[in-house]
């Protein structure tokens, strides 16, 4: 690509926003809101401002030249079959494969010494691809299954029911389901959650009382009985049910906050029976994996913050009755089961190791993986004989193999055949140091050829909360942005999940800051190390990675290019009354907490410190119109300032996806115009000027 040393210059005519007089108090100090308006996603003149602003957007994005030859370069690397790890059901293997470019994966079945056959097909549900299958849950049997639908991305779903042989719709479909998997009683029914359907705007309206349910096949939803969540006492945000493989016991897990939960018994031999109380506080993570006739297996992070395994006797599983199976390691650890075995996945340095264990604990061996990278599966029956895996890397598209337990061999189910050529591509990770001293990881990838001038066009990516680990993986839309010569860079900042607990909570609520300095001092390594210079850079991140990429270009405007901030939370003032945002208070807090808790908010809150005079890096903001898990408001109302702010010639645009959510479901195609038009927009403004 050619890069010119000049600055991209824009003469913007941003649409004029209303202002109004909202004020809000906090603990004695006034703070204004003049976009409140913006968050009506049901108002006519919401409506026409995001009509406006794409019209706005989408008239900037087609000036820049090579825009269609980045599609065009999308669309060739991510045309190629993928092949998702399988999974087996009554007998039956399944998998989802999508062909190259088919708008949603599609379910496929196989029978032994049978070929392939279509079970499900997303494609179907709608003509543009919109509504996608966004889980499926199968019977005890195999012989029923439970799927949801997913309308324009939206985390509300309906739950239809199937049989398997004969693909036959079997009732009148469940509605108004949210945050709920289906887990069945034998073929009796499942249980499923939900909250009561909010009054006013479905997409925006707070959810904040969950509720357990058992739907009995035959009958109709209103019949359905509550098992947990109605009452004062039970109420929580977040409430799960989980049957075990012998369909004898229910494990009811309730959750105020995405961390920290309850944990409860019932025995199903007796519908009547009182939930038996496993854990009673909210202090820790603790989950069902395995089960037999006797105990209980279960995986928790109680005074283990980088996990263990424990077993329990069915008749007395409270906490003090626990014995380690597989005690707290170095590492942290996610265990699995499948084939009567457990396998151990630890994190190391965000990179995979698996080990397998038998049910007493004992370490067998460990499973040997193809290369470093990430390795997901291991999952399945306890009388299964062959288990599967999927292995990846940021050079490495998802590869399939499956596993004899027996033996602890790997063998290659699948391996796709795409146009990367990740030979000529580099990824290493180093560690870098932040400003309180802490040792950081991050990927670097880029062209082995790459020459360290500085003049490099560079995205740097984070999350950096929620517990929620990077871990290597292959991206067609990386693998474009590396075949356009430039640099991807994942930094795995404190908040995240990969050493365990104490690297969550060192990037929670008044210690958040440690995220932001993370992130720039990645920034400031690659600028030293002359990977790339502050012209030349972006930052990227979604949802939390949105917060921290809105914090960090307010803190920092100096040391970015570009800013691309998606779905992401971006008024922390306000971000707990939609939705369920209250359930996000474990990681923030909120503004009605405390004074303290209030003023640390509002001191890195992106929206509420943008400020007059300041040139921010070149932003396009992205979300979507039913993004109903970050509502777009936070969107509207932060570009909204930018651009009423903006001095400079730096670009402040927003492009808002039309029926489209958060993220998951989003068909194939408007991936593809979304990562040109982002691609396009960081390249035009780090002064790109032709592609080679």
């Known amino acids: 690509m050619t890069v010119s040393p000049e600055k991209s210059e824009s003469s913007l005519a941003y649409p004029q926003t209303r202002k109004d007089d909202t004020i809000d108090h906090y603990f004695g100090v006034e703070i204004s809101d003049p976009y409140r308006w913006l968050e009506d996603d049901l108002s006519d ?62 379910l496929y079945r196989q029978k032994e010494g049978s070929e392939p ?57 469940l509605t108004d389901v949210k945050f709920s998997g289906a887990s069945w009683l034998g073929e009796e029914g499942f249980f499923y959650s939900s909250y009561d359907k909010p009054e006013g705007s479905e997409l925006s309206a707070k959810t904040d009382q969950h509720k357990l349910y058992f739907h ?176 990846t890397n940021f050079k490495t598209p998802g590869r399939v193999y499956a596993l004899d337990p027996a033996s602890g061999e790997s063998s290659v189910y699948k391996i796709p055949k795409c146009a990367f050529d990740s030979d000529q591509y580099v990824s290493k990770q180093v560690f870098y140091t932040s400003k309180d001293g802490t040792k950081v990881p991050m990927t670097i990838n880029h062209h082995k050829d790459l020459k360290l001038d500085g003049n490099t066009p560079t995205i740097l990516y984070g999350y950096g909360g929620f517990n929620v680990s990077l871990t290597p993986y292959y991206s067609s839309a990386i693998a474009a942005w590396l ?45 030293e190390e002359k990977y790339t210079s502050s012209d030349h850079l972006a930052i990227q ?19 970015f290019k570009v800013a691309l901030p998606a779905v992401g939370v971006l008024d922390m003032l306000r971000y707990h009354k939609f939705t369920s945002g209250a359930g996000w208070a474990y990681d923030y807090g909120t503004s009605e907490d405390s004074a303290k808790i209030f003023e640390y908010l509002h001191g890195y809150s992106p929206l509420h410190n943008v400020r007059e005079g300041i040139e921010y890096p070149a932003t396009m903001v992205t979300t979507g119109d039913h993004d109903d898990r970050v509502v777009p408001a936070h969107s509207f109302k932060y570009a909204a300032e930018l651009q009423s702010k903006q001095s400079g010639s730096n670009p402040t645009l927003i492009r808002i996806e039309t029926d489209a959510g958060h993220g998951a479901g989003k068909p194939t195609s408007k991936m593809i115009e979304e990562y040109a038009d982002v691609f396009a927009f960081a390249l035009f403004n780090m002064g790109v000027k032709k592609l080679n």
């Open 541 to 559: 991140g979604g949802s939390n990675g949105g917060l921290l990429v809105g914090a960090c270009m307010t803190q920092r405007p100096d040391l």
């Open 117 to 173: 056959e279509v079970f499900l097909d997303p494609n179907t549900f709608s003509e543009d691809g919109t509504t996608s299958l966004a889980g499926i849950n199968f019977s005890t049997s195999g012989k029923l299954a439970a799927f949801q639908k997913s309308e324009a991305g939206s985390d509300w779903t309906s739950i239809h029911v199937i049989d398997c042989e004969s693909g036959e719709l079997l009732e009148t479909p």
């Open 483 to 527: 075949s356009l010569g430039g640099v991807y860079v994942v930094a795995n900042m404190r908040g995240g999940g990969e050493y365990g607990k104490k690297w969550h909570l060192e990037g929670t609520q008044r210690q958040k800051q440690n995220v932001f300095d993370d992130f720039i001092a990645a920034a400031e390594y690659l600028v």
């Open 45 to 106: 003149e919401t409506a026409e401002w995001v009509k406006t602003q794409n019209k706005m957007t989408q008239s900037y994005l087609k000036q820049i030249p090579y825009r269609d030859k980045i599609q065009s370069t999308l669309r060739d690397l991510m045309d190629f079959e993928k092949v998702l790890t399988p999974f087996v059901e009554g007998g039956v293997t399944y998998f989802y494969r999508n062909e190259g470019l088919q708008n949603q994966f599609v």
């Open 216 to 391: 009995e096949l035959g009958t109709s939803q209103s019949e359905d009985s509550i098992i947990y969540g109605a009452s004062d006492s039970e109420k929580h945000r977040y409430v799960g049910g989980t049957v075990t493989e012998d369909d004898r016991y229910l494990l009811v897990s309730a959750q105020e906050s995405t961390s920290g939960n309850r944990l409860y018994l019932k025995d199903l031999s007796d519908i009547d029976s009182a939930l038996v109380t496993i854990v009673d506080h909210l202090e820790s993570d603790t989950y069902l994996f395995d089960s037999d006739e006797q105990f209980l297996c279960l995986q928790t992070n109680r005074n283990s913050p980088n996990q263990r395994v424990v077993k329990v006797a069915l008749d007395h599983p409270q906490e003090e009755n626990w014995e380690d199976l597989i005690p707290e390691a170095e590492h942290t650890l996610d265990a699995i089961s499948g084939a009567g075995f457990i396998f151990a996945h630890y994190m190391v340095d965000a990179v995979s190791k698996v080990f397998q264990y038998d049910l007493a604990g004992k370490q067998i061996r460990e499973i040997t993986l193809p290369d470093l990278g990430s390795a997901e599966g291991f999952t399945g029956k306890s009388k299964q004989k062959t288990l599967y895996y999927s292995f």
